[in-house]
């Protein structure tokens, strides 16, 4: 019986790591490989020549990797200039409709994404928005803002309020009972919500298609590009160059985003 159980247990974690690490294994073959097709099972013969032509100087990787890098962090910076007061007035001020205020902010990720960047993009051509970084910046922060609200007010909300008082009891404005008490102590978790965007930005393909075509170009695009064209090496090659800072990211999370911030999230 024990003999059993520890098979099915084996094969479910053996399943498991399938599941999770070939598809990896997929994208690491196909980086080094020169020359692969059927029937072969693996490739005919291995090299770095697609990853010298991905970084290379006049490759549009880089340049594309720099655009979504700077792209993303200016969608920090809005994200989080509207979510840290935001967060704020949710957790500590009595407002009315308060559930409602927080599920407005989940609407951009209740309906089908196509439909609304669509729409997004006949309204900012209108704007003369269309194919420009702040046009992108825009919607990235859009729909950055349900990690960045939701997040900020959990850290604002694990906050003791006790703290904050006894500052002002001792003699500090608001402000400055904000600025050296409540906000310094909510940092953790407003910066997991910033790396939280930062990611969603930098991953983000479909309103970038919609509104940033032809002239931005990010790294989600040049992969896109690569796979339709049939280029596997160049897409590998990007897919993997996207994960790295998403890896590194998610571990900084995990060590900034607490028990008693999580447990703050939609309350």
């Known amino acids: 019986m024990k003999i059993g159980s520890t098979l ?4 479910a974690l053996a399943v498991f790591a399938f599941l999770l690490f070939g598809p990896l294994a997929n994208l690491a073959l196909w980086s080094v490989a020169e020359r692969w097709y059927a029937p072969f099972k693996l490739p005919v013969s291995y090299g770095l020549r697609y990853w010298e032509v991905v970084f290379r100087p006049t490759g549009d990787a880089m340049s594309s990797l ?13 994200a989080l200039a509207v979510s840290v007061p935001a967060g704020y007035a949710l957790a500590r001020l009595r407002l009315p409709w308060r559930t409602f205020i927080m599920i407005l902010f989940l ?46 007010a959990a850290a604002f909300s694990a906050v003791d309020r006790d703290l904050e008082l006894a500052a002002r009891n001792m003699g500090a404005s608001p402000l400055r009972a904000f600025m050296t008490v409540t906000l310094p102590l909510a940092m953790p ?22 509104v940033g075509v032809p002239q931005v170009t990010t790294l989600p695009l040049l992969l896109y590009n690569a796979s339709m064209g049939g280029n596997y090496q160049i897409a590998s090659i990007t897919a993997l160059i996207l994960l790295v800072p998403s890896v590194l990211f998610m571990l900084i999370i995990e060590r900034f985003l607490k028990a008693d911030v999580l447990s703050k999230v939609g309350q």
Request: glycine share 10%; proline share 4%; no cysteine.
């Open 66 to 78: 720099a655009t979504s890098v700077g792209i993303a962090s200016l969608v920090v910076v809005v």
């Open 189 to 210: 978790g407003i910066m997991a919500s910033g790396i939280f965007v930062f990611l969603e930005s930098l991953d983000e393909f479909t309103g970038t298609f919609f």
């Open 107 to 152: 609407l951009p990720q209740a309906f089908p994404s196509v439909a609304i960047y669509i729409n997004v993009a006949r309204v900012f051509y209108s704007l003369g928005l269309t194919g420009t970084i702040p046009g992108v910046v825009l919607v990235h922060a859009a729909h950055g803002l349900v990690y960045s609200v939701w997040i900020a």
């Open 8 to 11: 099915l247990k084996a094969a």
